[in-house]
């Protein structure tokens, strides 16, 4: 089974609403990633949180960590229709230089 | 332009053809990655390189050979393939032995096998 697995695997929205999708892993790790993909082309890092942060802020995206929950969601405020794209949670363990991604949540912002 | 530069960014190969991906970054990162993103699949890695050296082989057929021969460049030799081979092949980047610090992607070749 995956490590990041992220929900909803898609969501459509309207310009200037919300987007928040979640992400939920299974082993300890020593932190959570966010990357963005645009279709057909390579994975873009956001932002990324380490295991003993709660809550991290980028310009608009709001990502939050529970590692007791063993999850984390990441949002954007005041969604543009340039941020429609796959987003994806990836998790690095505490051993180890592996990034393990999970499947990804399609995000469409409607004009 | 996130400084890691893969070619070719389209190949079409025949089962019985042989070809090699290139992946190339100037970063100082000495960790290396090929992922494999096949539709509706999440992001399956299949070789890390670490200082040159592979330290991770997931379980990938031998149809696949990465080669690492610097740690500015890395390769995948591809062989005598499968249609289901068909897919967009991801490599990354990263500064080895800090945790806490991102990977970067290149545009990814986008190999279709017929």
């Known amino acids: 089974s995956q490590q990041g697995e992220e929900d909803p695997q898609a969501l459509s929205i309207q310009e200037g609403e919300n987007a928040t999708m979640n992400c939920s892993y299974k082993t300890s790790i020593n932190n959570l990633q966010w990357y963005r993909q645009n279709s057909g082309r390579g994975l873009v890092h956001l932002i990324l949180?380490?295991?003993?942060?709660r809550e991290k802020h980028s310009g608009r995206l709001r990502v939050t960590l529970d590692t007791s929950k063993k999850s984390s969601s990441l949002l954007i405020t005041a969604s543009r229709a340039a941020d429609t794209a796959s987003y994806f949670c990836a998790t690095r363990k505490a051993a180890g230089n592996k990034l393990t991604f999970g499947g990804g949540t399609r995000v469409l912002v409607k004009p | 332009e996130t400084g890691v530069t893969q070619t070719p960014r389209h190949l079409v190969m025949g089962m019985t053809n042989k070809k090699s991906l290139k992946c190339e970054q100037h970063?100082?990162?000495?960790?290396m990655y090929w992922y494999k993103q096949s539709a509706k699949k999440p992001l399956e890695l299949m070789f890390v390189?670490?200082?040159?050296?592979?330290?991770e082989n997931n379980s990938v057929p031998s149809r696949f050979s990465p080669e690492c021969p610097n740690s500015s460049h890395l390769f995948l030799h591809l062989h005598t393939l499968q249609p289901e081979d068909s897919a967009l092949y991801l490599c990354a980047s990263s500064r080895q032995g800090s945790e806490n610090t991102e990977a970067f992607f290149g545009q990814g070749t986008r190999l279709t096998v017929v």
């Open positions: 970063l100082g990162h000495n960790a």
């Open positions: 949180i380490r295991s003993n942060e």
């Open positions: 390189y670490n200082f040159k050296e592979q330290t």
